[in-house]
């Protein structure tokens, strides 16, 4: 990561350190995500929510996305397939509260060969209203084609058809191979 790019992570961050500050963050992790590591996450978070008095469809909005956005972490991970690269399996994982919504926020390093496809598949599902993802997702389900992933093409349209809103998503440069891929899913509270 050369001093232009880590000013622009930094500025990143920074933002949306600022953004974020609106909200409570209830969960922020960086470190190899497991399957253990979802569960405990999906239960830490399940306790607070039930210790809020969150209604029991935000709760499960809130859990789906949890999961299929750590899911998508390990997938995009594998990519890697070098068990020694510096962040290979690593992610960070965010879950934080405002006074209208949730958001989860994953990121995690992904090849730039990698990135025009997802972005493709990012738009597209943006570009959809709720019949248009159903659509896609049906079609998605027999074909198994939007992505060489599959899976992660499908998780990504099925946050959107959870949450009824718009993937925001970045991609900030690490080196000449690499990017920090980081999304940002949000779920109304009051649904």
């Known amino acids: ?10 500025e990143f961050v920074y933002d949306f350190y600022k953004s974020m500050k609106a909200h409570e963050i209830s969960l922020v992790y960086e470190g190899e995500i497991t399957h253990q590591i979802t569960k405990a996450f999906t239960s ?5 929510m039930a210790k809020e008095e969150e209604s029991n469809s935000v709760q499960k909005k809130v859990f789906h996305v949890m999961v299929e956005c750590l899911q998508n972490i390990s997938k995009h991970a594998d990519n890697f397939g070098s068990e020694d690269f510096l962040f ?4 960070i994982f965010m879950v934080s509260k405002g006074e209208e919504e949730y958001n989860v926020t994953t990121g995690n390093v992904i090849e730039n060969s990698k990135i025009e496809e997802l972005s493709k598949i990012l738009d597209q599902i943006n570009s959809l209203d709720k019949e248009g993802l159903k659509l896609l997702y049906k079609n998605q389900m027999k074909e198994g084609r939007l992505s060489e992933k599959g899976g992660a093409g499908l998780g990504f349209i099925d946050i959107a058809r959870k949450t009824g809103r718009k993937l925001e998503y970045h991609f900030l440069p690490i080196d000449n191979e690499s990017h920090f891929f980081i999304l940002t899913s949000t779920i109304d509270r009051n649904a």
């Open 88 to 91: 290979a399996g690593r992610g």
């Open 44 to 48: 830490l978070t399940e306790s607070n």
């Open 1 to 10: 990561m050369d001093n232009k790019n880590v000013k622009g992570f930094l």
